[in-house]
């Protein structure tokens, strides 16, 4: 098991924030990674347009997970359409 800092923009509107949260809680605990911690970066505006939005919610998670898993949860992420981007970034130890 790896640390990661993943970074994660929603859509402001607190139903479509709270839904695409809770889909992306489910993919890490189905495969597997813990939740260390969640800080909330607030809404502010993005730099470019996504999905037709100019403003977004930013939350990091801080998690542990195995690096095999990156991918596929990397690819069920992309599924959700209340997540806007996301990154994950390797922590050092």
């Given at each position: 098991?790896?640390?990661y800092?993943?970074?994660?923009?929603?859509?402001?509107?607190?139903?479509?924030y709270?839904e695409?949260?809770?889909?992306?809680?489910?993919?890490?605990?189905?495969?597997?990674?813990?939740?260390e911690?969640?800080?909330?970066?607030g809404?502010r505006?993005?730099?470019?347009?996504i999905?037709?939005?100019?403003?977004?919610?930013?939350?990091?998670?801080n998690?542990?997970?195995?690096?095999?898993?990156?991918v596929?949860?990397?690819?069920?992420?992309?599924?959700?359409?209340?997540?806007?981007?996301?990154?994950f970034v390797r922590?050092?130890?």
């Amino acid at each position: 098991m790896r640390k990661y800092e993943l970074m994660t923009i929603f859509p402001i509107e607190d139903d479509l924030y709270n839904e695409g949260l809770e889909k992306a809680r489910a993919v890490l605990k189905e495969f597997g990674a813990t939740i260390e911690n969640e800080e909330s970066y607030g809404d502010r505006e993005l730099t470019y347009e996504i999905k037709n939005r100019t403003h977004g919610r930013y939350l990091l998670l801080n998690i542990q997970v195995s690096p095999a898993k990156i991918v596929e949860i990397d690819r069920q992420f992309k599924l959700n359409t209340n997540l806007l981007k996301f990154m994950f970034v390797r922590k050092e130890n």
